[in-house]
């Protein structure tokens, strides 16, 4: 089944083609209960959307959009629709359920006792700004970088440590339960960095950069796991599978590598190939160069967004796209937390909503996902269980 497009977000400022406000969409995020909707959409504005439910009132939301009303009226219970006016072009999103600290030290809107929902966003300037969802207020200004911070991300585990990925060839950690204390810099890029990516269970980070290699790091000692060599330009992004057993990563060379992160071993390579074979070889690499790359909630699927106007989605266990949407200069892309759809944005400064294919997990594939959850490959090998269970845990059955 197709992916088919629900809805179509533009920004809501005239268009300005001076630099200062470029209206590009790097970046879009969902919080990780669904509940909040946030996009870069230029002109140095990030708009934060209380998210519908379900797809049947997603569904009433486009059809009221497309009636003329403006995506300024959404509204989600209480919660209203907000504006952050940053003050330098948005490069990097990323939501974090923050829990509220004891005792009286509290932010005014932690004070129910309930997480604060925080966004941070990378700048133009090298800063990085956090904020209450809830109530829009700016909670910290992190400062540290040198230049531009493209990506970030969030520990999620619901802990307030952060990182930051930069084009001063750096990562960033940061810990916000310490008023934003920088914890620790990584340094061993040579190129900007573009993506960073924390694993599920909080053990790795992997960051990517204008390198044919991706780096990747522990996440209890800062220091550099190893690299992992494969690609033949660079590496633009990288997502950890839900149970942190896999990793992908895409690069300008039209392939996405999908590896085991305990190990190092390519498992296997997708490779973007044009759908239409008139385009000749030489053509192939510059069009298809990749942009994004996410996992699936469930950890079935992938999702790609590449320069050849396509959005493209994955079966973990075949190596052509199962489905194909077209999208005019896509950039980044996210699945919804629980499943069914998802958002891309684009260089003109839109977000699209897109349908994706809901699956049910075999009990096989959920007893696997359970379990890698908490053991590494190494761990996996080393059970008193046939080779071919083996094979199967640590998805080397393709």
Request: net charge neutral.
């Amino acid at each position: 089944e197709e992916p088919v497009l629900l809805a179509e977000l533009k920004p809501g400022r005239p268009q300005r083609y001076d630099w200062k406000s470029s209206c590009e969409t790097w970046s879009v995020a969902f919080s990780p209960d669904g509940a909040w909707f946030a996009w870069s959409q230029g002109h140095c504005v990030v708009k934060l959307i209380p998210w519908p439910l379900g797809e049947a009132e997603l569904c009433k939301t486009s059809e009221r959009k497309s009636r003329g009303s403006k995506a300024e009226t959404w509204s989600h219970g209480a919660a209203k629709e907000k504006t952050l006016e940053c003050g330098q072009i948005v490069w990097g999103l990323a939501f974090s359920a923050w829990p509220a600290a004891e005792g009286g030290d509290t932010d005014p809107a932690c004070a129910v006792g309930l997480p604060c929902l925080v966004l941070a966003t990378g700048l133009n300037d090298g800063q990085i700004k956090v904020w209450e969802v809830q109530t829009g207020h700016l909670l910290f200004s992190l400062l540290g970088h040198q230049d531009v911070v493209r990506d970030l991300s969030f520990a999620p585990n619901g802990s307030p440590i952060l990182v930051s990925a930069s084009r001063d060839k750096t990562l960033r950690v940061w810990d916000l339960s310490r008023d934003g204390r920088q914890v620790q810099v990584l340094s061993g890029h040579v190129q900007w960095v573009y993506c960073c990516s924390i694993s599920p269970d909080c053990s790795m980070l992997c960051s990517a950069a204008g390198e044919k290699s991706a780096l990747l790091w522990s996440m209890r000692s800062y220091t550099l796991i190893r690299r992992l060599e494969g690609h033949q330009s660079s590496v633009v992004s990288c997502d950890f599978s839900p149970d942190s057993a896999l990793l992908v990563t895409a690069s300008y060379d039209a392939c996405v590598i999908m590896w085991d992160p305990y190990t190092g071993e390519q498992l296997r390579t997708l490779r973007h190939v044009p759908l239409h074979s008139t385009l000749d070889s030489s053509s192939e690499i510059h069009t298809s160069s990749l942009r994004s790359v996410c996992f699936s909630p469930e950890g079935l699927y992938l999702a790609t967004v590449a320069d050849d106007r396509l959005l493209r989605i994955w079966a973990l266990e075949l190596r052509s796209p199962v489905a194909f949407a077209p999208m005019t200069n896509g950039l980044c892309c996210m699945y919804f937390p629980h499943g069914g759809f998802i958002a891309t944005g684009t260089r003109d400064g839109h977000v699209q909503f897109w349908t994706a294919p809901r699956v049910l997990s075999s009990l096989k594939h959920l007893c696997r996902k359970a379990l890698r959850t908490f053991l590494t490959t190494y761990q996996v090998l080393a059970l008193p269980i046939p080779r071919k269970l083996k094979e199967f845990l640590t998805y080397r059955t393709f």
